[in-house]
């Protein structure tokens, strides 16, 4: 059993301010780490859910096989930081200055990168034959890709039926295929995780063999969102790359993926107002949770110490909280300070300079989130 | 009439960036300047939507009376600019740092604060008297304050009738009443903008009679929201805030508050992906636009130079973009770059480590955002 919020919660800090708890961040990677484990299954946890060295040195003391990012700055982070093995889990266009940068991070890490389509792959291929341009003395580093697959979100992927189309241009422009990856993320809906991780393992499995069929290198079968992972299917994959379970977030409580006392970053808040019997106004809006908000979702966020309210509205420095009167809660008094979950993790830690580390209700670290500049 | 972003796009910049055009920027700025002068109501543009100096300071040569900013540290970052004159439209908590660094603030500008509640008067009156508690020889300045009143939007702001219980707390806690503010937040919905102006300048006049029958100052009468601002009623209010008005949007057009060719920031893309006939994906999700979609918009941004596409969902580094296959329109190239008008520019521009100035495809300036700490 976690302590409530309101007992975790520093006096000595300004808000809006997002607070860690470093016990409940440990359980979480622990527990993900030994499932993942005792499954026989790579676990590479995707970094852009914390931007956070400390967080990612924590996940690969907890045995992960090296990191997942989102785009050449995340990766360009994290390996100034020393971790030597990224995933760049997107379909990047390799052009002017990101294929120069692309190509210098090959030199340093073992990079994999995503790709989905034919003229990706010419792109990505001509900066390892040609170093990107920088120096034609120096050619860029290896690079491995594997192929996007879409598992049913219809975002970036192409089909199975596809995959060996794009693992043949790849190869052709020099790049090292080692199989398929997907992203399920219409996980993200109340009641779908089950379903969408057998589409997940099939949708693997199905490219997996096209690939094997017609001789690509297929040891990597990637999938793996924080709702799916612990459905998957480890005779399709062998490796995944959930983020949020590290922090949790309102959507996977709505979602069932964890409870409360399994979320392990919070906005802290001020009440600035309680203009009304049934209302009152927090500091924390979108500019520091994020305005992310599923139309299956109760609110903007919730507030795990305050039942009976809903975060009905978000502005860029308020957050709107209904309270439910006949639940004889009392509205807290203004300058009081409360705990906000926000809906979507990942979209709260882009938007500050530093997580706040606590134990028990002691700040003991302050963890610098990567720059903006890192967003691509 | 603007060119098309087509034209306006710089080929060696990395994408996603923002883009501003100067030139349509000028026209924006001008346009608000002229009518507020020509109406004789004081314009201090909401610096919450740029966080840019040299943004703020184009501002000040066209007239502005001064900046509104929604946190201490957007008046701290304005004030280490030179910028003398500036509102906090907001009901402060001024405990602790924050204390310290407003009593800071009001010894170097001219410094006026918003206040909804006794509590939250008594707290800032202390700082006055005490110096924010740093210093107990240093006093601090001056702090005018603005009683926050609620014009139908529902968020903080008191009732008008409660207006004088506010101000009265002000006055007992040492602070200098100068009158009333409000923000018709509820004027960000189609066809409301007429409407809510005229609720907004009635609670403004109702507010400030009812403190001028009690002897307060209310030389300053503060409304005006992008959408209303136009619509206000110059003998109720004296002063108007807008702040989206510089730059415009997704929003604004949905509206009808401007028109495609009066949009000033775009952000840059790239097509990642195209994986099906009726579908592409871009470089720029929510990390880089904003996740903002209120019920009304017709999706998560718009392509100018793409009718008959809608932004359909927004990932963290995804826009999938579907294609209206009947319109005969093409699937753009993997590689090619598109703009993107963003749904709530504020909430793109607080992602943003810089915005880049355009003057038709040349970058002229490089303009810094405040840093993300300046969001408290």
Redesign the interface.
């Known amino acids: 059993v976690t302590a409530a919020w309101a007992e975790r919660l520093p006096h000595?800090v300004?808000?809006?301010?997002l607070l860690v708890d470093v016990g409940v961040l440990e359980r979480n990677l622990s527990r993900m780490a030994r499932w993942a484990s005792a499954s026989g299954l790579g676990l590479r946890p995707h970094a852009?859910t914390h931007k956070c060295v400390p967080v990612a040195r924590r996940q690969l003391a907890h045995g992960a096989t090296g990191l997942t990012v989102?785009?050449v700055g995340e990766a360009e982070h994290f390996a100034d930081a020393g971790v030597h093995d990224l995933f760049i889990a997107?379909?990047?266009?390799a052009?002017?200055?990101?294929a120069q940068r692309l190509a210098a991070l090959a030199r340093r890490v073992h990079l994999r990168v995503g790709v989905?389509?034919a003229?990706?792959a010419a792109?990505l291929g001509e900066l390892v034959r040609g170093g990107g341009g920088a120096d034609p003395e120096a050619p860029g580093g290896d690079i491995e890709v594997l192929v996007e697959v879409?598992s049913g979100q219809?975002?970036?992927?192409?089909?199975p039926s596809q995959a060996p189309v794009v693992a043949a241009a790849a190869a052709r422009s020099g790049l090292m295929v080692r199989g398929v990856f997907t992203f399920p993320?219409h996980s993200y809906a109340p009641g779908a995780s089950v379903r969408v991780a057998a589409q997940e393992s099939a949708t693997l499995a199905e490219a997996a063999a096209l690939l094997d069929e017609r001789g690509f290198d297929t040891s990597v079968r990637s999938g793996g969102s924080t709702p799916t992972a612990r459905h998957s299917d480890a005779s399709s994959l062998n490796e995944v790359r959930p983020g949020v379970y590290a922090f949790n977030d309102a959507q996977q409580i709505a979602l069932g993926t964890c409870t409360a006392s399994d979320v392990a970053l919070v906005a802290l808040a001020?009440?600035?107002?309680?203009?009304?019997a049934d209302?009152f106004?927090l500091?924390a809006g979108?500019?520091?949770v994020?305005?992310?908000?599923p139309p299956w979702a109760a609110g903007f966020g919730l507030l795990p110490d305050h039942p009976g309210t809903i975060v009905s509205?978000l502005?860029?420095?308020?957050a709107?909280v209904s309270l439910d009167t006949a639940s004889g809660a009392p509205l807290p008094?203004?300058?009081s300070r409360v705990a906000v979950v926000p809906n979507?993790v990942?979209?709260a830690v882009?938007?500050?300079?530093e997580l706040l580390a606590v134990e028990g209700a002691d700040v003991v670290e302050r963890w610098p989130?990567a720059?903006?500049?890192a967003?691509?």
Request: hydrophobic residues 30%; proline residues 7%; contains cysteine.
């Open positions: 000595d300004e808000t809006p301010a852009k989102a785009t997107y379909p990047l266009w052009d002017g200055a990101r989905d389509s003229e990706g792109a879409d219809h975002r970036s992927g192409v089909p993320g001020t009440v600035v107002s309680t203009p009304a209302r106004v500091d979108s500019k520091t994020g305005a992310d908000r509205a502005s860029e420095h308020h709107v008094a203004v300058g979507h990942c979209n882009v938007l500050a300079d989130v720059p903006r500049r967003n691509r």
